[in-house]
């Protein structure tokens, strides 16, 4: 954090009044730190306080009072260009609706619009569960996030209510971590940056009638953490997604689907576009060949279902690729069947392909974590041990960056 230049946005919200700490922290690390505060921000944590903590006067209004020595008629735009990153913390409701808007009312709104490009701006929503997961917060959030703002989620724990549940601001430190984290991956450029990434992710479901469906065990988990990977690297992010119940990663187009012919369908708008294709999903080979609209009656004893093949979506890309593109694919196979996984990567024309295997407590569907072999088309295989599948996201992100660099 050494010679980096912070502006806190701060809102009126309870946790205001831990926005000191955070300040004494950033200062610790040999951060320049300058303080906005809205209105409703002053009646949870003093000015003097702020200005205390920081060395620096606290940012409220954008007009200077006309009577002051050395007035500044243009800080709102100074103070963006001097901004290496903005944390608004706690962020209210009102705020966001403000900012989704571009409205410009006081200093922390302002700065907001006049914050350089790529500069970043992390926001940590704060408030009563019910209100964060209101339609139009959440609309606004998912707006936020679009312009490519990281949204830290609130956590569950007391609320000022006397209620327990979603909606608190999460510790100073965590704060810090977060930001520490944000301006080392904008610093450290990734080749990933401003290319468009596709991620298939989650089952899919293939319909036998009204009622009924043959889908698998797939979670979700791990296309979403390669889709949270490669946006926090600054890459544009589509993720195709079959049924899941999980969060859409910040800053990433979600689509979502049912089918492996609907995720077909939507994978193939991008297959000239994209730079790179990672195929995470775990797409019906098969589906029903004649679905019906109502509910099958249990007239007969027996009953056979014919099934037909799905279009392989991954292969279909990958064999029509041109040369600047990357396809990625996932097999997930027995523990011992890693030649499986090598013949998908030649019969599909892989550039590399993450083997798995199944394992209820370590690895493939639904766990937490995954055990990755990393296995490229020119040769190379890499071993990665059990690992979050956050943690096996960003290995295998990084083999990719490392393909990119040398094609
Ligand atoms: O979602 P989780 O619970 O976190 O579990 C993660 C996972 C186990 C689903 C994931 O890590 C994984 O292994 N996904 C691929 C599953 C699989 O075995 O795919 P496959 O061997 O059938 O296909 C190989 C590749 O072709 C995959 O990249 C797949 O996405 C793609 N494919 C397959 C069939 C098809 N019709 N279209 C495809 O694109």
Known sequence: MRGKNIIIGICGGIAAYKIPQLVRLLKKRGANVRVALTDGGTRFVSELALATVSGEPVYRKIFPPMDTENMD???HITLGEWADAL????ATANTLAKLTAGLCDDMLSVIFITLRPAKPVLIFPAMDGQMFLSPSVQRNIATLAAQGCTIINPESGELASGLCGLGRMPEP????????????????????SGKSVVVTAGPTREKIDGVRFISNYSSGKMGFAVARAAAKRGALVTL???PVHLDTPPGVKRIDVESAAEMHDAAQK????CSIFIGAAAVADYRPAAPCEGKIKKDAQEMELSLVRNPDILAEFSLQKSSGQLAIG????MESDIDNARKKLETKKLDLIAFNFFDHKTAGFEVDTNILTLIENQGTTTE??????????ERLLDAIEQRC???
Do not use: D, M
Not at 173 to 192: D, G, M, Q, R
Not at 270 to 273: E, V
Not at 330 to 333: D, K, R, W
């Open 270 to 273: 991008f297959f000239r576009s």
């Open 240 to 242: 195709i997604t079959g």
């Open 73 to 75: 008629y243009t800080r």
């Open 384 to 393: 990665l041990p059990q690992l979050t599948k956050e943690s096996a996201a």
């Open 173 to 192: 430190e965590a704060i810090l971590a977060s930001l520490e984290e944000v301006l080392h991956t904008t610093e450290n450029i990734s080749p990933l």
């Open 405 to 407: 660099t040398r094609t």
């Open 330 to 333: 996932f097999a997930l196979e």
């Open 87 to 90: 944390v608004i913390a706690p």
